[in-house]
């Protein structure tokens, strides 16, 4: 895994745990920013968006463009 690789890895007491919190902490949060509309914590930005374009998938949530 690539967490061996990490130069802190030796000096980890619980190395099992403070990935796997780290990660939970992060999914949750990204799920619910995106399902309460909290600004800052949504993942669903104009970035995610333009990507989608990069990627040629969901067609329907690219940006588009306005004449402003």
């Known amino acids: 895994m690539i967490f061996f690789e990490l130069s802190y890895w030796s000096k980890l007491d619980v190395k099992h745990c403070i990935d796997v ?17 909290i600004k800052g914590k949504m993942n669903d930005g104009i970035n995610a968006r333009k990507d989608l374009v990069e990627t040629s998938v969901r067609l329907k949530l690219q940006p588009q463009p306005h004449d402003k």
């Open 21 to 37: 919190m780290h990660v939970k902490r992060n999914v949750f949060d990204g799920i619910i920013g995106t399902l309460l509309n």
